[in-house]
C-alpha cells in the first residue's frame, strides 16, 4: 500500500509571536512539525503496520523544513519528500499548496493520503480536501477511527461532540482529529536509522509548474496580536447592589444590552 502524509512545519506552540511591521518576526523562533501531523504520521505508520507498504511524508516549503521531515522519518516514516519553493515562490496560500501537492501526486501513485484536521498556524483546513477535490478522489476530515479492509474504509468522525460514521473506498484522503491515536516518540534507533532514510528535494520545474500556476488566491492585509485583557472587576455588596452594579455596567460600559 502506498501511503502519504502531508506535512506542515509550523509555529511551537509555546512559541511567543513578535509582530513587527505587519509580519511575524521568525528570525529566531522555534519551529515544530504541526502537532494535528503527527496524528495523521503515527496512523499512516499504524496503516502500514497492518497492511504492509510504504509511508511517504511530504512538505512544501524551504530546506528549514528538513528537520521535521527527519523527525517523521525517526517516527517511522520510510521516505521524505520536499518539495522546495524558497527561490521560485514569494508568497502563497492553500491554493499554492494544493496545486504544487496536486502536480506530484498525479506523477505518483498513491492509495491513501493523510493529513492533520488543521495548522496551528492559519487554522483553515483547507489544504487537504482542496488537494482531494484536484485529484477527484473522495475525503473525510476530522476523523478520530479508521479500519481498511481491502479496498473498503470504515471511518468515524467527530461531528462538533458527536460521532458519523463514513463507508467509502480507497483511494481516499483524510484529515486527522485529536483523538485518533496517540503519536509515538521518535526512539533513539529510530533517530540513528533517519540520518540513512532518502530525504527527495524537488523544486516547481520538476513538476512542470511556474509562479503563474500557483498564484495565490488570497492576500493579507494585516497581521496583528489581540488586544491585551483588562483586569476583571469585583462587585460588592449585598446581591441585590451587585445586580444594580452588573446591570449598569452592561449597559453604559460594555453595551450589550
Do not use: C, W
Not at 516549503?61 to 517511522?76: P, S
Not at 515562490?89 to 496536486?102: K, M, P, Q, W
Not at 482531494?132 to 473522495?138: G, H, R, T, V, W
Not at 489581540?226 to 452594579?245: H, I, N, R, S
Amino acid at each position: 500500500m502506498n501511503i502519504f502524509v502531508i506535512m506542515k512545519r509550523t509555529f511551537d506552540t509555546e512559541e511567543k509571536i513578535i509582530v513587527n511591521n505587519g509580519s511575524i518576526e521568525e528570525d529566531g523562533a522555534e519551529f515544530i512539525m504541526n502537532p494535528y501531523d503527527e496524528y495523521a504520521i503515527e496512523e499512516a505508520i499504524q496503516i502500514k503496520e497492518k497492511h504492509d507498504g510504504e509511508v511517504t511524508v511530504i512538505t512544501v516549503g524551504g530546506e528549514d523544513a528538513e528537520k521535521e521531515l527527519r523527525t517523521a522519518l525517526a517516527m517511522g516514516v520510510d521516505r521524505a519528500v520536499l518539495i522546495n519553493t524558497e527561490d521560485d515562490l514569494e508568497d502563497g496560500d492553500e491554493f499554492t499548496t494544493a496545486i504544487i501537492l496536486a502536480n506530484y501526486f498525479e506523477k505518483n501513485d498513491y492509495d491513501i493520503i493523510l493529513g492533520g484536521n488543521v495548522a496551528i498556524d492559519g487554522g483553515s483546513g483547507q489544504v487537504g480536501p482542496r488537494l482531494a477535490e484536484l485529484l477527484n478522489i473522495p475525503y473525510v476530515t476530522t476523523i478520530t477511527k479508521i479500519d481498511i479492509d481491502g479496498n473498503n474504509v470504515m471511518i468515524e468522525r467527530d461531528v462538533e461532540g458527536d460521532v458519523e460514521v463514513v463507508e467509502t473506498s480507497l483511494p481516499l484522503l483524510v484529515t486527522a482529529q485529536q483523538g485518533l491515536n496517540e503519536p509515538r516518540y521518535p526512539s533513539l534507533p529510530g533517530i540513528m536509522k533517519a540520518k540513512k532514510k532518502p530525504l527527495e528535494e524537488l523544486e516547481m520545474d520538476d513538476l512542470d509548474l511556474d509562479e503563474d500556476d500557483v498564484k495565490a488566491k488570497t492576500k493579507t492585509i494585516e497581521i496583528f496580536l489581540p488586544p491585551k485583557k483588562e483586569a476583571g472587576k469585583v462587585l460588592e455588596g449585598e446581591l441585590e447592589d451587585q445586580v444594580k452594579q452588573l446591570i449598569s455596567m452592561l449597559q453604559s460600559e460594555a453595551k450589550v444590552i
